[in-house]
């Protein structure tokens, strides 16, 4: 097998755990590379495919096949249109290739034209550094001039003057042109330049006036030999202007003498014409103003807001896109203009429709006033995510801290009051980071909801609420062989409430094991398994007959139809569950302390809890039990394995002699002649049940599945103590022992991370990590999901293990670590290590959907992680809430972040490049 990204990929795993990913030889270039077009415009892309048998690509517009118009469109030989306005995101050209994932990817950037040069002057322009005056249409402020391909700033005079003083050396003709911000280059000028000397430039003064219908105004020219004007008259500098109002009211005066030649600009005015008062005001959105006009003006107009027919104003509700407003005023001797500035409002916050905020990602609706649809919005000071519909705004991004916050909507440089908002639980009984580490040890790890849950009514009140919720998890309705129970399984871990009923039932399932591997009905397993729920809150002496009793197990360790001894025929009891129910399901093979320590001989040597020949009488004890029979049937010995509930007695075949059972335990090591069937079973699961060891092993046990591989002899020693009632309840009370070991010092001793112990926590066996990483992100799973089969290629086929002694052994040690216990990394081979990597990547694999899925019945949503990739840090953080608790190190979330900034293949990718690398990471694969 082999792990495959598109991005380079930081892997954290401990030797011999994982395989670092590999990167894919695939590739596709796209040329041209990065390029600016005007709209309209058309320009055509190649590609070029390496590594993939069919070079055929798919051309498409920021992940739309073909484009839009919008974006532009794009031909499938590659041919791209710009769109008829520039659009208001980037733009992407992508060629997909024939498998569907590997693609090549270059921006384009749409730009609006650039303005036109009409005159300059001086022109023909002396070599050296003259200042020189661009006429022409449509420059702004910042705009900068291209003289023979070097850029020069300019001195933004008005939208159709600039000046600028380029340096320029030999003399010949320069091409200029000119760009604002954000536009392309406008059309070129050919400007030509002269060596400098006399005779100085021509010029005139003023170069501008304003002057009204047949009035006069001279102008001044050095040397000037003639005098020109393009409407009126002019002699000897003296301008009369025209008694009517030509085509234009901007009229040129030309002076021309040894230095070239100098103009002036006059604007004409008609003393009648109309006029409008105020001529300029700044006004508020949605404000009014009242205009007046002289002239005989009468007829308003305005082109944003609304005037009435008196001149009374009022300004839009929203920004325009230039931010102001033009109002006009007509009359017979022409037309009057005012230029309103529009002011955005100062918004306020008046309510929040989700309060509190919930820590980690959030979306909530502001309601105030004020807002515009280019409002912005702060949490505590940082940038959110803010969209503006009808009159609200809607708010989104990530809280990190929990406590009381503050949200700030802004329209430039106005700004609201402080909004207070509670982020999280206010007065949690427990810390979020403490909530999700209880529930890795409680339940199949932690969901958003669940979290803040056990924030809000504490630990212990979630132990409680689950001590008293009713069964909800079942597997009555699975049918078939074999097939069926282990899709409901993680169904059932993944979205049923009744999370540590589930839990507790999964940890009995491993100590009391059955399997397919002999069973092969699902109608046993389904008996099985629903009775471990069903008991896993009762106590363990219940658990221990029930079990004993199940048909389930009388199949598959043979006390079923286990006849008592024939010494004709030479038969003997079977011992198989005699064996088993001391060696695994409760007293182990050695003495122990109370703290599950091995108690020594004189010798040093451990002391053997039993002997063969204990086994032997109690494999007489379990003599004389069969399959139960329909309602109304009679017994039959040797009967085929039924599901009509728990096994019945057959008195017959029972070894009614006397037994020598365990001395060690204060309950009857003697079980006398002529008990019943019944009575000789509880007789002797009573004497199994008060063995001094049964504390200490079972706790031990339970501890290693929900908390953590290696309890110390003290955290075992308390919750043992609890188990025999120490705290007033019966002994093997499950709930109290349950209670117990997951409130331990030891158990919550890290909850807020940064003091990671080697002997914390427990590696996650794949029945664990899987039903985890779906409910991290609140993601939904049915029975139609594929991953039991996945369960099975890391060794973890559930409810079938392949021997009676689990799928690993308690017992195994994780070699280089000095002895530490880690039983489930004895399944995690290189190749189930490999095989969860990929099983995390082909989740995250969706490359245009964020909607994740891994089949019909698994789903996650990416979707509120995308905004938070424009800030690599931000998604780091909010991905270690919600899958490591918040507490990852240090040194890890900065090679992540690092990672996710150079992930080049867009925000989906950066969100799924974040969550491989964290998921496969050693951190996030032992539970700590």
């Given at each position: 097998m082999r792990i495959t990204r598109n991005s380079p990929a930081v892997l954290f795993c401990a030797a011999a755990l994982f395989v670092p990913a590999l990167l894919s030889a695939q590739s596709i270039t796209v040329t041209p590379g990065y390029t600016s077009i005007g709209i309209n415009q058309q320009l055509q892309y190649t590609?070029?495919?390496?590594?993939?048998?069919?070079?055929?690509?798919?051309?498409?517009?920021?992940?739309?096949?073909?484009?839009?118009?919008?974006?532009?469109?794009?031909?499938?030989?590659?041919?791209?249109?710009?769109?008829?306005?520039?659009?208001?995101?980037?733009?992407?050209?992508?060629?997909?290739?024939s498998d569907g994932k590997t693609m090549g990817i270059v921006y384009v950037n749409v730009a609006p034209a650039g303005p036109s040069i009409t005159s300059v002057s001086p022109?023909?322009?002396?070599?050296?550094?003259?200042?020189?005056?661009?006429?022409?249409t449509g420059f702004k402020s910042g705009a900068y001039v291209l003289v023979g391909g070097n850029s020069f700033g300019t001195t933004f005079v008005n939208s159709t003057t600039l000046k600028t003083s380029p340096w320029q050396g030999p003399a010949g003709t320069l091409v200029l042109q000119v760009a604002n911000p954000g536009t392309l280059l406008g059309a070129p000028?050919?400007?030509?330049?002269?060596?400098?000397?006399?005779?100085?430039?021509?010029?005139?003064?003023?170069?501008?006036?304003?002057?009204?219908?047949?009035?006069?105004?001279?102008?001044?020219?050095?040397?000037?030999?003639?005098?020109?004007?393009?409407?009126?008259?002019?002699?000897?500098?003296?301008?009369?202007?025209?008694?009517?109002?030509?085509?234009?009211?901007?009229?040129?005066?030309?002076?021309?003498?040894?230095?070239?030649?100098?103009?002036?600009?006059?604007?004409?005015?008609?003393?009648?014409?109309?006029?409008?008062?105020?001529?300029?005001?700044?006004?508020?959105?949605?404000?009014?103003?009242?205009?007046?006009?002289?002239?005989?003006?009468?007829?308003?107009?305005?082109v944003a807001g609304t005037i009435t027919s008196q001149g009374f104003y009022t300004a839009p509700a929203t920004m325009s896109s230039s931010g102001t407003d033009t109002v006009s005023v007509t009359g017979s001797n022409g037309t009057a203009t005012a230029l309103v500035t529009l002011l955005p409002p100062t918004p306020s916050i008046t309510g929040i429709s989700t309060n509190p905020l919930p820590l980690g990602l959030f979306s909530a609706t502001l309601t105030g006033t004020g807002f515009l649809s280019t409002s912005t919005a702060q949490l505590n000071g940082l940038p959110i995510a803010a969209t503006f519909a009808n009159g609200a705004l809607t708010i989104g991004g990530f809280a990190s801290q929990s406590g009381t916050a503050s949200i700030v909507v802004s329209n430039g440089s106005l700004s609201s009051p402080p909004f207070s908002v509670q982020?999280?639980?206010?007065?949690?009984?427990?810390?979020?980071?403490?909530?999700?580490?209880?529930?890795?040890?409680?339940?199949?790890?932690?969901?958003?909801?669940?979290?803040?849950?056990?924030?809000t009514i504490g630990e212990q009140g979630w132990i409680n609420e689950q001590f008293n919720m009713p069964?909800?998890?079942?597997?009555?309705?699975?049918?078939?062989?074999?097939?069926?129970?282990?899709?409901?399984?993680?169904?059932?871990?993944?979205?049923?409430?009744?999370?540590?009923?589930?839990?507790?039932?999964?940890?009995?399932?491993?100590?009391?094991?059955?399997?397919?591997?002999?069973?092969?009905?699902?109608?046993?397993?389904?008996?099985?398994?629903n009775m471990l729920l069903s008991d896993a809150f009762t106590n363990y002496r219940q658990i221990m007959e029930d079990v004993t009793l199940s048909p389930a197990m009388g199949q598959y360790l043979d006390m079923a139809n286990n006849a008592k001894a024939d010494p004709v025929a030479g038969t003997l009891a079977n011992e198989n569950y005699a064996r088993e129910l001391m060696q695994l399901m409760s007293i182990g093979t050695n003495m122990l302390n109370s703290d599950g320590t091995p108690q020594l001989d004189s010798n040093g040597l451990p002391i053997p809890t039993y002997s063969q020949f204990?086994?032997?009488?109690?494999?007489?004890?379990?003599?004389?039990?069969?399959?139960?029979?329909?309602?109304?049937?009679?017994?039959?010995?040797?009967?085929?394995?039924?599901?009509?509930?728990?096994?019945?007695?057959?008195?017959?075949?029972?070894?009614?002699?006397?037994?020598?059972?365990?001395?060690?335990?204060?309950?009857?090591?003697?079980?006398?002649?002529?008990?019943?069937?019944?009575?000789?079973?509880?007789?002797?699961?009573?004497?199994?049940?008060?063995?001094?060891?049964?504390?200490?092993f079972v706790c031990k046990r339970l501890i290693q599945h929900l908390v953590k591989?290696?309890?110390?002899?003290?955290?075992?020693?308390?919750?043992?103590?609890?188990?025999?009632?120490?705290?007033?309840?019966?002994?093997?009370?499950?709930?109290?022992?349950?209670?117990?070991?997951?409130?331990?010092?030891?158990?919550?001793?890290?909850?807020?991370?940064?003091?990671?112990?080697?002997?914390?926590?427990?590696?996650?066996?794949?029945?664990?990590?899987?039903?985890?990483?779906?409910?991290?992100?609140?993601?939904?799973?049915?029975?139609?999901?594929?991953?039991?089969?996945?369960?099975?290629?890391?060794g973890q086929d559930v409810f079938n293990p392949?021997?009676?002694?689990?799928?690993?052994?308690?017992?195994?040690?994780?070699?280089?670590?000095?002895?530490?216990?880690?039983?489930?990394?004895?399944?995690?081979?290189?190749?189930?290590?490999?095989?969860?990597?990929?099983?995390?990547?082909?989740?995250?694999?969706?490359?245009?959907?964020?909607?994740?899925?891994?089949?019909?019945?698994?789903?996650?949503?990416?979707?509120?992680?995308?905004?938070?990739?424009?800030?690599?840090?931000?998604?780091?953080?909010?991905l270690d809430l919600t899958l490591t608790r918040g507490v990852m190190p240090a040194t890890m979330k900065t090679a992540i972040t690092t990672a996710v900034a150079g992930d080049t293949l867009g925000p989906l990718h950066q969100v799924q490049t974040a969550c491989f690398l964290i998921l496969t990471s050693s951190y996030y694969n032992v539970w700590h």
């Open positions: 590609a070029t495919v390496t590594g993939l048998a069919n070079t055929t690509v798919t051309w498409e517009v920021s992940s739309v096949k073909g484009g839009n118009s919008t974006l532009g469109t794009i031909t499938q030989t590659g041919l791209y249109t710009a769109p008829a306005k520039v659009p208001t995101v980037g733009t992407t050209i992508i060629a997909l290739g022109n023909p322009a002396p070599t050296g550094n003259p200042t020189l005056t661009i006429k022409g000028f050919n400007l030509q330049f002269v060596n400098a000397g006399p005779p100085p430039p021509q010029t005139i003064s003023p170069t501008t006036a304003s002057v009204n219908l047949g009035a006069t105004q001279q102008f001044n020219s050095a040397n000037a030999t003639s005098w020109t004007a393009t409407a009126g008259t002019i002699v000897n500098g003296l301008y009369t202007a025209p008694t009517t109002m030509p085509s234009s009211n901007s009229v040129t005066v030309t002076a021309t003498g040894p230095g070239g030649s100098a103009s002036a600009s006059v604007t004409l005015i008609n003393p009648n014409a109309p006029k409008i008062n105020p001529a300029t005001i700044s006004l508020t959105l949605g404000t009014t103003q009242q205009f007046t006009a002289t002239g005989g003006a009468t007829n308003w107009s305005a982020v999280g639980i206010a007065n949690a009984l427990a810390s979020s980071a403490a909530a999700r580490r209880f529930l890795q040890r409680a339940a199949f790890g932690p969901t958003p909801t669940d979290a803040a849950h056990v924030q069964q909800i998890s079942s597997y009555s309705n699975v049918t078939g062989s074999s097939g069926g129970m282990n899709t409901h399984f993680l169904t059932n871990a993944v979205t049923n409430p009744d999370q540590l009923r589930q839990r507790v039932a999964f940890a009995l399932s491993q100590i009391f094991v059955v399997s397919f591997e002999k069973l092969i009905w699902n109608a046993n397993m389904i008996l099985y398994q204990t086994v032997t009488e109690f494999a007489r004890v379990f003599t004389g039990w069969t399959y139960a029979q329909a309602p109304g049937q009679p017994l039959i010995w040797n009967a085929y394995l039924t599901s009509y509930g728990p096994m019945a007695p057959y008195e017959s075949e029972h070894d009614n002699g006397s037994k020598q059972l365990l001395a060690a335990s204060p309950v009857g090591a003697t079980a006398a002649a002529g008990l019943t069937t019944q009575q000789d079973l509880e007789n002797a699961l009573d004497n199994v049940f008060n063995h001094p060891n049964v504390a200490p591989s290696n309890p110390t002899p003290a955290y075992v020693a308390r919750v043992a103590a609890v188990f025999n009632g120490a705290n007033g309840t019966p002994r093997g009370d499950m709930k109290a022992t349950i209670t117990a070991i997951l409130l331990d010092q030891e158990a919550t001793a890290n909850d807020e991370g940064q003091s990671d112990q080697p002997t914390d926590g427990h590696f996650q066996e794949p029945a664990l990590f899987l039903p985890a990483m779906v409910r991290a992100f609140g993601g939904t799973m049915t029975d139609q999901n594929y991953y039991w089969s996945d369960l099975a290629a890391q392949p021997s009676v002694f689990n799928y690993y052994s308690p017992f195994y040690t994780v070699a280089g670590t000095g002895g530490l216990k880690g039983p489930e990394f004895q399944i995690n081979t290189p190749d189930a290590a490999v095989f969860r990597a990929n099983e995390v990547s082909y989740l995250f694999n969706q490359y245009s959907n964020p909607i994740q899925s891994y089949g019909p019945g698994t789903i996650i949503d990416l979707t509120p992680f995308l905004p938070l990739a424009s800030n690599p840090t931000t998604l780091v953080n909010a």
